[in-house]
């Protein structure tokens, strides 16, 4: 078997067309990955003008998600794909859905953003917001790692990290409503950097499905809605079952 050929086949232009749609989902994730970073930087230094771009970047992100799609429905009403190519092309209809909707809430970040820097700014300049957005951005690079390389530990660690996003979004969010409870003039600010931590946490469960769709793209294995303890221990036994043999890159387990 070649194993420079993206799911063992043979017939040159099928392969080149998986490994196109391949790249354009990574590239999607390239712009999305940046749209969340900007987003985040733009409400930490009140930078009107980056948090514009993310916003009018929303449309190219929606635009992506309609070609890659179309791009999908193409190669199976052609190719009909089956087994492991049949679970790419599903995981990859997943995937840019969960890039689209992180794309809408780095949107939403941007938008508190341009609310927040008409507002006095605390004495921290949100530094919690920072770090949990800083967080969570690497949540979505590592995603997309994991999907480049159809690495499932990687993937399986992102989603750990997701554990870890959710429990400082918990924190940042008590330590708001704190801030309402004890200055009745700081709740228009709180509420404004409420809805963005929200958002952060929602992009965070997104990368989380993501990995998800790596897992089930490479052992086979449906691990949405279990527990990271069930998750773990799917995966380890379908790496049991797989019993070391050797694979493509990229290659799921037919």
Known sequence: MDENKLGGHYLQKYNEELETLRNRVLSMGGLVETQVANAVTAL??????????????DVRVN???VAIDEHCSEILARHQP????????????????????????????????????????????????????????????????????????????????????DRDYETVMRQHITFMMEDPRTISRALDVIWAIRALERIGDHARNMCEYVIYLVRGKD????????????????????????RAPGQGEG
Do not use: C, W
């Open 44 to 57: 930490a230094t009140a930078d009107l003008a980056l948090a514009d771009d993310v916003i009018q970047n």
């Open 63 to 65: 635009s992506l998600e």
């Open 82 to 165: 089956a087994a492991s190519d049949l679970r790419f092309i599903i995981s990859i209809i997943k995937t840019i859905t969960d890039l689209e909707r992180i794309g809408d809430q780095a949107e939403k970040v941007a938008r508190m953003a341009v609310h927040l820097a008409e507002k006095d700014r605390p004495r921290n300049q949100y530094a919690d917001v920072r770090a949990l957005g800083e967080k969570v951005t690497r949540l979505v690079h590592d995603a997309l790692d994991a999907f480049a390389r159809m690495d499932v530990e990687t993937a399986v660690n992102t989603v750990r990290e997701d554990v870890s996003v």
């Open 223 to 246: 691990v949405r809605h279990i527990t990271l303890d069930e998750l773990e221990r799917a995966v380890q036994e379908g790496r049991e079952m797989a019993g070391g043999k050797k």
